[in-house]
């Protein structure tokens, strides 16, 4: 026998072994969906993950905390490729969700600071800061009116120029036609 039979057969008897005492049958996962051969690659890949883990921290101790997060469908379909940037996504979150608990605290002790010992010079500047921002407000509210007031003016010498237009054309219409009248009675 060849190492490579040798090694085939050693995965499909440890999966054996994993499949009778799991307890596989017995759980709700469908069979059809699990691919042929799905359990030996799920212990090849078990070696896999060790194997990674190993070289991504030098503790075992968490091993199994890493890997409850999968999914056993995942375990079995996705390659182990996806599952090292699933692993190292999660470790990534928690690593945010730790800084962001950290950001959180200090937030609260630089509000307890503020709150403490600057409480009444930071509302006056804070009121300071209101005031010039309804000033500006203001402002800008008064310069819009502004805008529209001299939008309808605009709008209005626009339409009394026009009047003037259609009425001068309404006259010159005239004109003509009393010159052609003219013309025609001569």
């Given at each position: 026998m060849t190492i490579g039979v040798r090694l085939l057969l050693g995965f499909t008897h440890a999966t054996f072994t994993i499949g009778y005492e799991a307890w596989i049958n017995k759980c709700n996962i469908d069979g059809n969906m699990v691919p042929p051969g799905a359990l030996v690659k799920f212990v090849q890949k078990g070696l896999h993950y060790m194997e990674m883990e190993a070289n991504l921290s030098n503790g075992a101790a968490d091993i199994d905390e890493e890997f409850s997060f999968f999914q056993p469908l995942d375990l079995i379909s996705k390659d182990v490729n996806e599952l090292q940037v699933m692993l190292r996504e999660s470790k990534r979150k928690e690593r945010d969700?730790?800084?962001?608990?950290?950001?959180?605290?200090?937030?609260?002790?630089?509000?307890?600071?503020?709150?403490?010992?600057?409480?009444?010079?930071?509302?006056?500047?804070?009121?300071?800061?209101?005031?010039?921002?309804?000033?500006?407000?203001?402002?800008?509210?008064?310069?819009?009116?502004?805008?529209?007031?001299?939008?309808?003016?605009?709008?209005?010498?626009?339409?009394?120029?026009?009047?003037?237009?259609?009425?001068?054309?309404?006259?010159?219409?005239?004109?003509?036609?009393?010159?052609?009248?003219?013309?025609?009675?001569?």
């Open positions: 969700k730790e800084k962001d608990r950290e950001r959180s605290k200090e937030n609260e002790k630089e509000v307890e600071r503020e709150h403490d010992g600057d409480c009444s010079r930071m509302k006056d500047k804070d009121r300071h800061e209101k005031q010039k921002e309804r000033e500006r407000e203001r402002e800008k509210m008064e310069r819009e009116k502004e805008r529209e007031r001299e939008k309808i003016e605009r709008e209005a010498l626009e339409g009394e120029r026009l009047k003037l237009e259609r009425e001068r054309d309404m006259k010159m219409e005239k004109i003509e036609k009393e010159n052609a009248y003219e013309k025609k009675l001569e």
